[in-house]
C-alpha cells in the first residue's frame, strides 16, 4: 500500500512539474507575441516612462525619434517618430533659413509654418543688409 502511495506522490510531483514547466513556456511565447512590432520592452533602458504622453514628451524635449519605439500603440508610436522629424527639419530650415527643408516636412501645417517663418527671417535679412 505505502509503495502504491509513494509511487502516486512522484507521479503527481512529475506531473505537476511538467505542468509549470510547460505553462511558464506558454505565457513566454503568448508575452512575444503580445507585444507589437518594433516596441522596446520595458526592460530596455531607454524604456523607463510610466506613458506613452511622457514617452512622446521626452522624445520631442531631447530630439530623439528612437526613444518613440517604447509607445504600445502603433499609430501614436508612428505619430510620435514622425513629429520629433518634423520638429526637427522645423528647427533646422529656421536656424539656416533655408526653406527647402521646410519641403521635407510631412505635416502640411508645420509645413507652412515652416515656410513662413524662414520667408520672414530671410526678409528681415534683407531688411538688415540695407
Not at 26 to 36: G, R, T
Not at 54 to 77: F, G, S, W, Y
Not at 83 to 90: A, E, G, K, Q, R
Not at 103 to 114: A, G, L, P, R, V
Amino acid at each position: 500500500m505505502k509503495n502504491k502511495v509513494y509511487a502516486l506522490v512522484i507521479i503527481l510531483i512529475f506531473i505537476i512539474t511538467v505542468a509549470v514547466f510547460f505553462y511558464s513556456y506558454l505565457i513566454k511565447e503568448h508575452q512575444a507575441e503580445v507585444l507589437p512590432e518594433g516596441f522596446m520592452s520595458s526592460d530596455d533602458p531607454r524604456c523607463i516612462f510610466e506613458s506613452d504622453e511622457t514617452t512622446q514628451k521626452n522624445a520631442l524635449e531631447k530630439n530623439d525619434p528612437d526613444l518613440c519605439v517604447c509607445i504600445e500603440n502603433e499609430i501614436n508610436r508612428k505619430m510620435c517618430r514622425q513629429n520629433v522629424v518634423d520638429i526637427s527639419l522645423y528647427n533646422q530650415a529656421v536656424e539656416y533659413l533655408d526653406s527647402t527643408v521646410c519641403e521635407e516636412i510631412s505635416s502640411d501645417n508645420i509645413k507652412t509654418s515652416c515656410q513662413s517663418v524662414v520667408a520672414s527671417g530671410l526678409a528681415q535679412d534683407k531688411n538688415y543688409e540695407k
